[in-house]
């Protein structure tokens, strides 16, 4: 099965995602990606701190990105040419395909995502040591209080496929037609039973992003 691949960038100081440079450098980055891989690519600005920029990918494998791509001279290339724009905070890897993620698979559905005020949340699950299966378990027991408020489409995710030995790492995204939506969420009955899962966790982290026209 396919993995997704999410990296997180920060612009340098001074550079916007308006940057024609960074536009360009960015198109041909996912055009050198794509190619590679024969998958799409997509960028997102996330919307609590628009100088991050995510990158979702997707793999054969996890050897194929780590052990293929990044050491190759088509990839030493583009870290070259970004290299004064940018810079990478965090690499995670998830064992869930495109197939089942709220993105745009059609170039109808990106004009649509592009428009308005859609989001994603991207959210990063630390799991307890040990409660890797309580957690599964009560996600999908529960799953369905956040999947029956969703008016954009599905919630999906998967489990962190490149965490240390003892960690367990649980990442999912969801759409909302506007981060407002999500947060109210939180003040609907379902919201107390889809958070049973917090339970088996030592914490998230929670952002929004918007799909980037690059």
């Not at 099965?1 to 100081?13: F, K, N, Y």
């Not at 990044?70 to 998830?94: F, R």
């Not at 379902?190 to 914490?203: A, C, P, S």
Request: glycine share 6%; aromatic share 10%; no cysteine.
């Amino acid at each position: 099965m396919p993995i997704t691949e999410l990296a997180l960038l920060r612009l340098s100081p001074n550079v916007t995602i308006k940057n024609a440079a960074l536009r360009k450098n960015l198109l041909h980055a996912k055009t050198v990606m794509q190619d590679y891989t024969g998958r799409t690519f997509y960028y997102y600005q996330q919307t609590e701190d628009p100088t991050l920029i995510y990158v979702v990918g997707e793999w054969d494998s996890l050897d194929q990105h780590m052990n293929g791509f990044i050491p190759s001279e088509q990839n030493q290339g583009l870290l070259e040419s970004l290299k004064d724009s940018l810079s990478v905070e965090w690499l995670v890897h998830a064992d869930v395909p495109h197939a089942e993620l709220p993105l745009p698979k059609s170039e109808a559905e990106r004009a649509e995502t592009l428009r308005g005020e859609r989001v994603i949340s991207i959210v990063r699950h630390f799991v307890k040591p040990g409660s890797k299966n309580a957690f599964q378990q009560t996600f999908e027991d529960n799953k369905r209080y956040l999947q029956d408020y969703l008016t954009e489409g599905k919630t999906a995710g998967g489990w962190r496929v490149d965490s240390k030995d003892g960690e367990e790492e649980w990442v999912s995204l969801s759409p909302y037609a506007s981060v407002q939506q999500h947060l109210d969420f939180a003040k609907t009955a379902g919201f107390e039973k889809y958070g049973r899962i917090r339970e088996h966790m030592d914490g998230a982290e929670i952002k929004h992003a918007r799909l980037l026209d690059v």
